[in-house]
């Protein structure tokens, strides 16, 4: 988890608060699939975060779907509050291959940068290399940087500036 704060403060370029362990909304739970509904979640984690919050990333180990898809590695509300990555199908133990923890986290990192990319209003790039870049395999993961191309990048700098100016009102602790 530290490893994941780090690199969100370095590329994101916000501080980092880490919370205590949330309850796990139940509800999200589908049990004929024996996944996590990550919408579900979401709506959750709204209210979940605390009022000083400028954006929340919740990390979890369970394995998340969306209805129409088979899974999700995450998923964030566009310009909204909320966040959330999966490190269940980041571990290579998932897909038979031998467990690197340096890996997935390398897969997590990049991952929660892309959520909350979201949550600043970035949508998906173009450029493979790009922290934006949709994944919808493994290996897209591993194909992209955990960094923006040069246009993420300018944009994401501009709304991030803006919204530590507005949570940085006498009293207001910031938080990501
Ligand atoms: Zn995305
Ligand atoms: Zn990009």
């Known amino acids: ?32 699939r024996n996944q996590w509904d990550s919408s579900v979640i979401l709506r959750a984690l709204i209210n979940m975060a605390p009022p000083d919050t400028l954006r929340l990333l919740g990390v979890t180990s369970r394995d998340l779907c969306v209805p129409v898809l088979t899974f999700v590695f995450g998923q964030a509300q566009l310009d909204g509050l909320v966040s959330i990555i999966s490190t269940a199908r980041l571990k290579p133990e998932f897909y038979g291959l031998s467990a ?17 990319g979201h949550t600043f209003g970035l949508v998906h790039c173009g450029d493979r290399s790009c922290a934006m870049s949709l994944s919808t395999h493994v290996g897209d993961v591993d194909i992209k940087n955990a960094e923006f191309c040069r246009g ?23 938080q990501l």
């Open 100 to 116: 690197s923890p340096d890996l997935t986290l390398e897969r997590a990192c990049k991952e929660s940068i892309h959520e909350l």
């Open 152 to 174: 993420c990048r300018s944009f994401l700098r501009d709304r991030v500036t803006a919204a530590l100016a507005d949570e940085s009102r006498p009293g207001r602790e910031k």
């Open 1 to 32: 988890m530290e490893t994941i704060a780090e690199c969100i403060e370095n590329i994101i370029g916000a501080p980092v608060r880490m919370l205590e362990d949330l309850d796990e909304p139940q509800e999200a739970f589908v049990e004929n």
